[in-house]
């Protein structure tokens, strides 16, 4: 019967039991031929034998074990208002979960918008122009001061090679000397005898000579 059962249309579910009985009456459920017929039965199969205090052998091979036929019977068919309960509990956690992430949604939208760059956003614009501005007038400051002393350091340069100047030495009253066809300034009269002629160099204009007479130290 087991073995057929799977091949009548529409069915779901087989229920194997009795209603209680004695040892003897319930053995069939220990055979080997039955176990195996529920345990190749390809549709669930609730083993419902009605002895409480003994465990068959159809009891451990089926998908389901019932104490009693009735309770097999409402395995198989579950209470209509546990479903509905079930049903209601599902659609309430369902909607908690849906409202929770609104809520979530909404508070990191808030977040979001009470940012001043959302809500000045030419706020953040003037204060990086304002900062621009900042660094270009530093910028023009350095440049400024960087050329000044530049400026300074050239004029200090500037006076110190004036006051090497050989030209500043002739305006105190002093001269260079030198044979014409040489430009090699004269230190010495060693360096002379008579007949040589001699440029010399003043502050303002120079002049041409020639030594006559070379006078002793």
Known sequence: SI??????????????GRGGGSLEDLWAFNEEIVARSIFACP????????????????????????????????????????????????????VSALKNRAARARMQLEHWSS???????????????????DWNQDLDSAMKRAIEQRHQMLSRESIRLDSLSPLNVLKRGYSITSRIDEHKALTETAQLK?????????????????VTEILPQ
């Open 194 to 210: 008579p007949g040589d002629r001699l440029k010399t160099v003043l502050h303002q204009g120079e002049f041409l000579s020639e």
């Open 115 to 133: 940012r001043p760059v959302y809500e000045r956003p030419m706020q953040r614009i003037d204060e990086l122009r304002q900062r621009l501005d």
């Open 43 to 94: 549709i669930p199969v609730i083993s419902a034998v009605g002895h409480e205090i003994d465990v068959s052998i159809s009891d451990l091979v089926a998908d389901r074990r019932a104490l009693t036929p009735s309770e097999a019977a409402e395995l198989a068919v579950p209470s209509g208002e546990e479903v509905e309960q079930t049903l209601r509990g599902l659609r309430s956690q369902l």
């Open 3 to 16: 073995d057929y059962a799977p091949r009548i249309p529409g069915v779901d579910l087989i229920i194997t």
